[in-house]
């Protein structure tokens, strides 16, 4: 779950997205640190658990409107390349990457 700033800021992120006249398509993007997940805990693996932190910061951005598309997705623990100059392997944990693009008219 993000933290009260993070809510906060996702809030208004809400706010603004739900403003905009243009179709937008919002992408959020979890990631987890290499360190495995917890046997027997809530996630099978880090996948998961980096798709639940971007589903997440998706639902609490999620306007309901019908001129939006919004689209989860995870980056495993083998990296990604927005990252590849991080500082060790917990620079990435627990982070979420909004990508906000214009998008036809999905009516």
């Known amino acids: 779950m993000p933290n009260g700033p993070g809510i906060a800021l996702l809030k208004e992120l809400q706010t603004t997205v739900d403003s905009v006249e243009t179709p937008l398509t919002i992408v959020t993007t979890g990631f ?11 996630w099978r693996d880090n996948k998961e658990l980096a798709l639940f932190r971007g589903a997440q910061a998706l639902s609490l951005l999620n306007t309901n409107s019908s001129r939006h598309r919004y689209l989860a997705s995870a980056a495993g623990d083998g990296g990604s390349t927005l990252f590849a100059r991080a500082a060790g392997e917990q620079s990435r944990s627990r982070t979420v990457i ?8 999905l009516r």
């Open 32 to 42: 987890a640190d290499s360190i495995p997940v917890k046997v027997g805990g809530r």
């Open 98 to 105: 909004l990508e906000i693009r214009v998008t036809p008219d």
